[in-house]
């Protein structure tokens, strides 16, 4: 079963987060990856710039980023593949987001099926 | 409002289990037992307000309770047969509280009913935590990680499974006894564990189920006073409870060897080996008084400046002679490491399954200590970042992150 990961923290934290602090972060995340890629879980997955880079296109024409007016932004994905949802959630909430933001789990739909 | 709030809070902590143990076991139906006791707590909240709190709370629930029972039962045609039993039960229960004794407590039997084989084991502990203590499944579900619909559903099959396999609600006879208890003794440890990572590396991170927990070893000590084990457990939760404060200080995970012991409880740490203390007496070592024991080690090489590292080499000995779980032989290995022993450390954890070791975060936390002993830092900072990489908490990270750039 694929999940998608919505990884969703306090984007101008990290901007404004001293050096040190960043590197620690980093290097859970790298942690994190590696973790999932030993245990062939991984299938994807990518930490996104800022949301003032984002762009949002519907018919009516493109609109700038930020987005929502909520602290939290979408700042990351992965795309897991794993039994079911208590795996999912298992590796979700060692996903190092989850100690300071939220990462959002979805089942994503299985379209080859 | 608020009294009559507060006594019916009141009394569903302190009573919630024995009247839901005392009505299923009369019913062998936990779910109805359940709905009819809820039932019986809102009747509380609406009536008490006007006409006061009852004298006893607890039988005025009871008789509320069985009568909700019986009404229930006559609405659904299918549990008539019930009624007969029911009504007597609700004789004997007004009989009882008349007298102004306490009515039996059957929270052993419930316990056993929990952790009976043919309930699913993942399941066993959620159970007891929902009909013992009366937690709700949204919170049960956070403990052990999984979605609250989905909880819910779990522990209504699991009731359903009781009432249609007829488990029955008697205490088993001594030789079916003890893998049972085993299995409730398991139960009862795994919510302690729930939720926080069973780690040296990430203790930090709680889910407050540990007081639960503790309650149901006190229990079952109660209801059980021969049973080693039972002291065993409740003295290995104290012992370990009694550190909580000093594990983690400002984000900081702080080890053992490091920890300020002003901040342990002391009074639980007695506790704790009064209980193992009882434990041995009883003249039958098992895998929990063994833990318990070192815990026990641990606290008083702190305490009293005691070296244990030989000590705590033959306890773990013992306990993966008697139940090699991955936890016992992870820990064996860090005894032996701190025994000077990093090689044989080394050697014991190679000899470990891997698919039992791939996503088990404290095996990648000690040997990647074990390995830095060794000199072997590539494969040290390997392990260190396999550990980073399946932590729960920040603590633990960066505890390990540090760990790792010192290598």
Redesign the interface.
Same mark, same amino acid.
């Given at each position: 079963m694929n999940y998608l990961f919505l990884l969703y923290d306090d984007e101008d934290a990290w901007d404004a987060m001293e050096e040190a602090k960043r590197n #620690?972060i980093f290097?859970?995340y790298? *942690? /994190?990856?590696? *973790? %999932?890629k030993?245990?062939n879980a991984h299938v994807a997955g990518a930490p996104l710039n800022h949301s003032r880079e984002g762009k949002r296109i519907r018919q009516a024409g493109v609109q700038d980023g930020p987005f929502a007016d909520g602290k939290e932004q979408l700042g990351g994905f992965y795309l897991v593949d794993v039994k079911d %949802? #208590?795996e999912a %959630?298992?590796w979700a *909430?060692?996903c190092?987001c *989850?100690? /300071?933001g939220y990462v959002e789990v979805r089942p994503a739909w299985n379209v080859e099926q | 409002m608020s009294d009559a709030r507060a006594a019916a809070d009141e009394t569903a902590r302190t009573s919630y289990g024995r009247l839901l143990a005392w009505l299923s076991s009369r019913t062998r139906d936990v779910a109805a037992a359940e709905d009819a006791l809820a039932d019986a707590f809102n009747a509380a909240l609406e009536t008490w307000p006007e006409r006061g709190i009852p004298q006893s709370p607890e039988a005025w629930l009871l008789t509320t309770a069985r009568r909700k029972l019986i009404d229930n039962a006559r609405r659904q045609k299918t549990r008539a047969d019930n009624i007969p039993a029911l009504t007597l039960a609700a004789e004997e229960a007004e009989a009882a509280i008349s007298n102004n004794s306490p009515f039996p407590d059957e929270r052993l039997k419930l316990l056993f009913i929990c952790a009976h084989p043919a309930i699913d084991e993942t399941i066993r502990t959620p159970l007891m935590l929902q009909t013992v203590l009366g937690l709700d499944a949204a919170k049960i579900a956070s403990a052990f990680l999984v979605s609250p619909n989905a909880m819910s559903g779990r522990l209504v099959r699991a009731k359903r499974k009781i009432k249609s396999a007829h488990i029955p609600f008697e205490t088993a006879d001594k030789e079916d006894l003890a893998p049972r208890l085993t299995a409730v003794l398991e139960a009862i440890y795994a919510s302690y564990g729930a939720g926080w990572n069973d780690t040296s590396g990430s203790e930090s991170q709680r889910s407050g189920l540990a007081g639960e927990a503790i309650y149901l070893a006190r229990l079952l000590t109660k209801l059980l006073p021969d049973e080693p084990e039972g002291w065993g457990l409740l003295a290995l939760m104290l012992l370990a409870e009694a550190r909580t404060n000093a594990r983690c200080t400002d984000g900081q995970y702080i080890p053992l060897r490091e920890q300020d012991t002003n901040l342990w409880n002391l009074d639980m740490i007695k506790y704790g080996e009064t209980a193992l203390a009882t434990a041995w007496r009883l003249g039958e070592p098992g895998p929990f008084q063994i833990e318990a024991a070192i815990q026990s080690a641990h606290v008083s090489s702190m305490l009293y400046k005691k070296n244990v590292t030989e000590d705590l080499v033959l306890l773990y000995e013992r306990l993966v002679e008697l139940a090699p779980t991955i936890g016992a032989c992870v820990g064996y290995a860090g005894a032996l490491a701190s025994a000077s022993k990093a090689e044989d450390a080394l050697k014991c954890l190679d000899g470990l399954d891997a698919r039992r070791t791939e996503k088990y975060q404290p095996f990648w936390a000690v040997r990647a200590h074990i390995l830095s002993v060794l000199n072997q830092t590539d494969d040290a900072a390997e392990a260190y970042d396999r550990a980073i990489g399946l932590a729960q908490d920040n603590a633990a990270r960066k505890f390990l992150l540090e760990k790792k750039s010192a290598l």
């Open positions: #620690d290097g859970s790298m *942690a /994190y990856t590696e *973790a %999932l030993k245990s %949802l #208590d %959630l298992e *909430a060692r190092p *989850a100690s /300071y | -």
